[in-house]
């Protein structure tokens, strides 16, 4: 009787975000669905023009390069991150994951902007670095590949360093320090102890960037040049564009399924089953 009261008042608490998903997200997702097979009549001409499309290849892989390349930074800086943050003592912690945290505070378009004067030919590190090695000629970092990888570098940090973070937090002590008792130096113990251990973390983080860095829409419009358009400009393209709502919708289905397969790895790696990857 209580099970089946508890279960009652669970379902009505539930009730107004069933709602809310359905009429945000479910009804707009089956319109994606209709529009990408109903261009005139029900048939899947859209999914056949992508297959046989060069602009849709090359957006794709470029969208698969800009990801991989944004994570694989990411994962990089963000191990760093968390390894310092780890070894500070809980107050030193608290504060310095205020710097981490800086990024969800501020609107991403806000920060793309703000890419723009720091990456610039007479940006800020054009202007440290020939203040510092008497160079004339600036770096190009803005429009191009490298201007849309650091922003969504900027991007996804905290959701690298978060879960490395709590990884590196909840390993036991005893065996770095039972490994140094044998004689391990410090290299050997993180190699052999630490990153092992740290792995499930790691993937978490990975997978969580490479969700969102495949969707990524205002950093490489705003930071990107011509060659780095990614999925989600495309869909903007064919929509704005050309008017091809069934190939945009069609294109929007194949970006929502690669997202929803990283989703579901990163549920498996949360969920312990880190071996079947």
């Not at 963000?78 to 205020?98: C, D, E, F, K, N």
Request: charged share 10%; aromatic share 8%.
């Amino acid at each position: 009787m209580n099970h089946a009261l508890d279960t009652r008042h669970a379902a009505l608490l539930l009730a107004p975000l069933t709602l809310l998903m359905l009429l945000f997200f479910l009804m707009p997702a089956l319109s994606i669905v209709w529009t990408s097979v109903h261009g005139g009549q029900l048939d899947l001409a859209a999914y056949r023009e992508l297959l046989t499309s060069a602009l849709f290849r090359r957006v794709l892989a470029t969208t698969f390069e800009i990801s991989i390349e944004a994570t694989a930074l990411t994962l990089v800086i963000g191990y760093a991150i968390a390894m310092h943050l780890a070894r500070l003592t809980p107050s030193a912690r608290a504060v310095m994951m205020i710097f981490v945290m800086l990024p969800f505070w501020t609107s991403i378009l806000v920060k793309s902007f703000a890419f723009t004067i720091v990456l610039g030919d007479a940006g800020l590190v054009n202007r440290a670095i020939s203040w510092l090695f008497g160079t004339e000629t600036p770096i190009p970092m803005l429009f191009n590949r490298v201007g849309v990888v650091l922003g969504m570098l900027n991007f996804l940090l905290p959701f690298m360093v978060l879960p490395v973070l709590g990884n590196l937090l909840a390993q036991d002590r005893t065996l770095q320090r039972a490994a140094e008792t044998m004689g391990a130096g410090p290299v050997r113990i993180f190699l052999r102890i630490t990153l092992p251990l740290s792995l499930p973390g790691v993937l978490s983080g990975v997978l969580m960037c490479l969700s969102l860095s495949v969707g990524s829409y205002i950093t490489p419009a705003l930071l990107g040049g011509r060659t780095d358009m990614m999925m989600a400009n495309l869909v903007d393209f064919y929509t704005r564009q050309t008017l091809d709502w069934p190939a945009a919708s069609a294109i929007a289905m194949v970006l929502l399924l690669i997202t929803a397969l990283i989703v579901v790895l990163l549920t498996r790696v949360r969920g312990g089953n880190v071996e079947v990857l």
